[in-house]
C-alpha cells in the first residue's frame, strides 16, 4: 500500500505488518478509525508504505522462516526506489506480536517494532495453557501455529533459535511491547520476561499493560490509547517527530490504571 499523499522521486517510511498469510485480504479495506489499532488506511494516510508479506514456514524453524520471508520482502520493497531503507518499522499482534519481538533480535533492520500479545519464550510457552479454551499450549505448539513438530527436549537448540528472549542480546531496535494483564491467550508474564531481559541488557524497550483486557483490546479508551502510541512511536523512530513523554519518562501504573483501566 502507497502513502496516501505519495509523490514520485521521494523515499518514503515503511510499516511492515505480518502475521502469516495476508494475500487472502489483499484487497480488504479497512474504514480509518482510531478503535482499529492496526489500520493500514490510517498508516498510508500519515505517510507510511505499507507492506504486507505472506510467511512460509519450514516445520520446527518458524522464527528463521520468518526472518527469511521478511528480508526478501524488504529487499523487493526497497529495490522500488521508493522507500528508506533505514525508516522501516515492524509491527504485529499475537503470532505476529511474536515475530515482531523475534526479528529485531536477529536483524538490525528495522528502526522500531511494536509487539502486541507476543509469545517471547519458546521453552515456557510450550507448557502454558490457553485458558480462553481450557487447553494445553501442547498440541498448538508441536502440531498449529508454532509448528515446531516435537518438544522442546528432542529440539532444545531448535527451541533457542525461534525464541526471541533467547537473543535479546542482540536487539538494537526499539522495541514498544503491549499486553493485557488478564490475556487468556498468550500469557502476560511472556511479554513482561522480554521487557525485564531488555531492561537488564540495557535496551530500549517499553512495555504497555493494559489492566483487565484480554488477548486483544475491547474497551474504546483502551483501544484509541494503543493507536495513538503506535503513531506516537513510529512517529518518532520513522519519521523524527519529538518523542512523545510517555516514550522518554514512562508512566506511572497506578495513574495508567486509573485513566483506561477497569
Do not use: C
Not at 523515499?11 to 494475500?23: A, F, V
Request: proline letters at 6%; glycine letters at 10%.
Amino acid at each position: 500500500m502507497f502513502p496516501a499523499e505519495f509523490r514520485e522521486g521521494e523515499h518514503y517510511p515503511l510499516i511492515l505488518y505480518q502475521y502469516e498469510r495476508l494475500s487472502d485480504g489483499l484487497h480488504r479495506y479497512y474504514t480509518p478509525s482510531e478503535r482499529r489499532y492496526y489500520n493500514y488506511q490510517v498508516w498510508s494516510q500519515e505517510g507510511y508504505f505499507v507492506l504486507m508479506p505472506d510467511i512460509v514456514y519450514e516445520p520446527g524453524r518458524p522464527g528463521p522462516s520468518a526472518l527469511d520471508a521478511v528480508e526478501h520482502a524488504i529487499d523487493a520493497a526497497v529495490a522500488t526506489g521508493h522507500v528508506d531503507p533505514d525508516r522501516i518499522g515492524l509491527i504485529g499482534h499475537s503470532w505476529g506480536g511474536y515475530q515482531a519481538s523475534y526479528l529485531p533480535t536477529r536483524t538490525d533492520r528495522f528502526a522500531a517494532s511494536v509487539a502486541g500479545a507476543a509469545i517471547t519464550n519458546f521453552l515456557s510457552f510450550m507448557g502454558a495453557v490457553h485458558w480462553n479454551g481450557g487447553l494445553p499450549e501442547t498440541g498448538h505448539w508441536e502440531t498449529g501455529q508454532a509448528r515446531m513438530a516435537v518438544p522442546y527436549w528432542d529440539d532444545f537448540e531448535g527451541h533457542l533459535e525461534s525464541s526471541p528472549s533467547y537473543g535479546i542480546e542482540n536487539l538494537e531496535t526499539p522495541v514498544l511491547l503491549m499486553h493485557g494483564d488478564e490475556d487468556g491467550v498468550v500469557d502476560f508474564r511472556q511479554g513482561l520476561e522480554y521487557y525485564n531481559y531488555a531492561r537488564r541488557a540495557g535496551k530500549e524497550v517499553v512495555l504497555l499493560v493494559y489492566p483487565g483486557a484480554d488477548h486483544s483490546l475491547i474497551r474504546e479508551e483502551q483501544q484509541v490509547d494503543y493507536h495513538r502510541r503506535i503513531l506516537d512511536w513510529f512517529g518518532h523512530y520513522l519519521k523524527g517527530e519529538p518523542a512523545a513523554v510517555w516514550i522518554t519518562e514512562g508512566e506511572s501504573w497506578i495513574e495508567r490504571g486509573k485513566r483506561i483501566g477497569n
